[in-house]
C-alpha cells in the first residue's frame, strides 16, 4: 500500500497536556500534509511540509519530517478539548504523480 | 468553510440504483479529486481531473465514473449501487497538483 500510517491509532489525553502522533510512509515523496476531520465533517488542512523542509510551525502545531526514515510526527501543544478529532496524513509521492495517499488517521481525544 | 462546495449533502438511495454526486471545487482551483471514507476502508482516493482531463486514478471501481466539466465543476457517477457503496464521498481541489488540497463536507451515502 502506498499509504502513510498513523500511530498511534488512538490517543487520550488531558487538556493542556501534549499530544504526539506519527506517520511512516514507504517510498519518496515530494510533500507530506497533515489534516484534521472532525466527526462526519470534512477534512481541513493543518500544515504542508515540503521533502527538503525538517520542521515547520504553525501556531500550537510543530511537524518534523525525517525522509530517511521515511516519517513524520505532528505535535500539538497545551492541548484543548476543541482539538478533538481526527487526524490524518496524506502523502504525495515522487512515483505516482498528482495524488495524495491518507493514512487510516489517529483518533485524538483531549479530555477536558 | 474552505471553498469546496458538495451537493447533496446526504442521499438515501436502493440497491441497483444510480447517483450523481457533484462538486464546485473553489475559484481558481483546477485540480479536483474525489475520495471515499467508509468505516472499513478509510480515505480512499478514487480518482483526479486537472483542467477537465483524467490525471489519476485510484481505487476507482467500474460502476463508479466522474468527469470536470468546462466550468471546472465536476460529478461522480455511481451506479449499480451497492451496500458496500454506502460511506461518505469527499470532494477535494487544489489550484494545481501536487499543492495544499481543500476538502468538501463531504455527500453521505446510504445504499439500503
Known amino acids: 500500500s502506498q499509504q502513510g500510517e498513523e500511530d498511534p491509532q488512538a490517543l487520550s489525553i488531558q487538556e493542556g497536556e501534549n499530544a504526539t502522533m506519527n506517520c511512516s510512509y514507504k517510498t519518496s515523496i515530494n510533500n507530506l500534509q497533515w489534516y484534521r476531520q472532525n466527526s462526519g465533517r470534512g477534512l481541513v488542512h493543518l500544515i504542508l511540509i515540503r521533502s527538503n523542509e525538517r520542521e515547520k510551525h504553525s501556531g500550537r502545531l510543530r511537524v518534523t519530517l525525517d525522509t530517511s526514515k521515511k516519517s513524520s510526527s505532528l505535535l500539538i501543544t497545551a492541548s484543548r478539548a476543541a482539538d478533538t478529532a481526527s487526524y490524518f496524513c496524506?502523502?504525495?509521492?515522487?512515483?505516482?504523480?498528482?495524488?495524495?495517499?491518507f493514512g487510516t488517521g489517529t483518533s485524538l481525544t483531549v479530555i477536558p | 468553510d474552505s471553498g469546496v462546495t458538495q451537493t447533496p449533502k446526504h442521499l438515501i438511495t436502493a440497491t441497483g440504483q444510480r447517483v450523481t454526486l457533484r462538486c464546485s471545487p473553489r475559484?481558481?482551483?483546477?485540480?479536483v479529486y474525489w475520495y471515499q471514507q467508509s468505516l472499513d476502508q478509510g480515505l480512499q482516493f478514487l480518482i483526479q481531473y486537472y483542467n477537465g482531463e483524467e490525471r489519476a486514478k485510484g481505487n476507482i471501481l467500474e460502476r463508479f465514473s466522474a468527469q470536470q466539466f468546462p466550468d471546472l465543476h465536476s460529478e461522480l457517477n455511481l451506479s449499480s449501487l451497492e451496500l458496500g457503496d454506502s460511506a461518505l464521498y469527499f470532494c477535494?481541489?487544489?489550484?494545481?497538483?501536487?499543492?495544499?488540497?481543500?476538502f468538501g463536507e463531504g455527500s453521505w451515502l446510504t445504499v439500503v
Open positions: 475559484s481558481g482551483d483546477l485540480s
Open positions: 496524506a502523502t504525495a509521492f515522487t512515483n505516482t504523480g498528482n495524488q495524495f495517499y
Open positions: 477535494a481541489s487544489s489550484e494545481r497538483v501536487r499543492n495544499t488540497i481543500y
